[in-house]
């Protein structure tokens, strides 16, 4: 399983973030500055320089998630669960490190220029924060070139471009391996460990809010943090509720994961709490947790009846669960969990 290294930030509010794609420019993308590509047929841990692999008829619906290994130089494109791509990628130089954390699309443009670095050519980019780091087509050497962003084949990216929408998931890490794993976290069916239904914390006053009118639409992403024992649910970047929780084991840690919710499968069980099918979250990041198993992962969770069942409301495929010990506040958790806004800057 993977570990994030204490130094790495998590950018959350990048990953909250849904900003509208400004409309593509008309005329095509220049190839000259990036390396073209090849399409193959060898495994991801085989690709060379350039080499991608697209297969999107795999999956053809559903949330999509990227998971760029900085490690590898390779990027892993999954929908609805299922591996659908994967490609080499260039990412970050030394002094230029590609920020590792989990982030959203913000923005697409076809045929971007950078206001950085000399108006440089980046074709099909891909918004992951407004401080310029971004997906696009660019030059691949085999090692790591870029000023921070992840360089993708010319023909990669833009065949990547079609199938994307702002919103959806993109996780970066140092670490090697990545699980992608199918669990069934307890959270919106909520049951302990043995199967009971959840019972509620002892109110202290106020314990929650919910306030949805301040986002109305947009994707949702939850923040579950184990040293305040808050739950923190944000849309379009907006935070709309919190609640306290606590835990069926008060001695438990929470592991760094993250989850994205997939579509329902007209074949996958009901819940004897809910009477619903059976919620299916694909696992593309978390620690190893040597106490609880993945699945086990949001169950005995005490949360209050009335917050939950609002919670309920707005969860939908493509909602991102991250849990994490470290506490939050305000913009910042400290050296460990960093939030920032996703804020577009202000012209000026």
């Known amino acids: ?94 002094g230029h490190a590609t920020p590792t954390g989990v982030f959203t699309i913000l923005q697409k443009n076809e045929d971007h ?105 947009g994707p949702v992403s939850i923040l579950i943090t184990g040293e305040d024992r808050r739950i923190r649910v944000f849309r379009n970047g907006v935070q709309i509720g919190w609640s306290i929780y606590t835990l069926e084991d008060p001695k438990r840690r929470l592991s760094l994961h993250v989850l994205t919710l997939l579509e329902d499968e007209p074949s996958a069980p009901d819940s004897p709490v809910t009477a619903r099918p059976v919620r299916r979250w694909q696992v593309v990041s978390g620690a190893t947790e040597t106490s609880v198993t993945t699945d086990d992962l949001l169950n005995g969770v005490h949360v209050p009846a009335e917050f939950l069942q ?8 493509g909602t991102t669960v991250v849990t994490t010990q470290l506490a939050a506040s305000g913009v910042t958790t400290g050296e460990d969990l960093t939030v920032v806004t996703a804020d577009q800057p202000a012209k000026k």
């Open 113 to 217: 220029y950078s206001s950085i670095y000399d108006a440089a050519p980046m074709p099909y980019m891909q918004r992951l924060t407004w401080s310029g780091v971004a997906l696009h087509a660019g030059r691949l050497p085999g090692y790591p070139a870029s000023h921070g962003c992840v360089r993708m084949p010319y023909e990669f990216a833009r065949l990547l471009f079609k199938e994307t929408s702002t919103g959806i998931t993109v996780v970066v890490s140092d670490e090697k391996v990545f699980p992608s794993t199918v669990a069934h976290p307890g959270l919106f069916a909520p049951t302990d460990t043995k199967g009971k239904v959840a019972a509620e914390p002892p109110h202290t006053g106020v314990d929650h809010a919910w306030q949805p009118e301040a986002a109305t639409e």
């Open 310 to 317: 609002q919670l309920s409301a707005v969860v939908a495929p």
């Open 1 to 94: 399983m993977m570990h994030w290294n204490k130094t790495a930030s998590l950018l959350l509010g990048a990953m909250l973030a849904f900003i509208a794609a400004a409309p593509a420019a008309a005329k095509t993308p220049p190839k000259s500055t990036s390396t073209v590509g090849t399409q193959t047929v060898a495994p991801p841990t085989k690709l060379k320089p350039g080499e991608f692999i697209w297969h999107p008829e795999a999956s053809p619906r559903g949330p999509m998630v990227m998971v760029v290994s900085l490690s590898e130089q390779v990027a892993y494109v999954y929908r609805n669960g299922v591996l659908i791509g994967a490609s080499t990628v260039s990412t970050g130089k030394k």
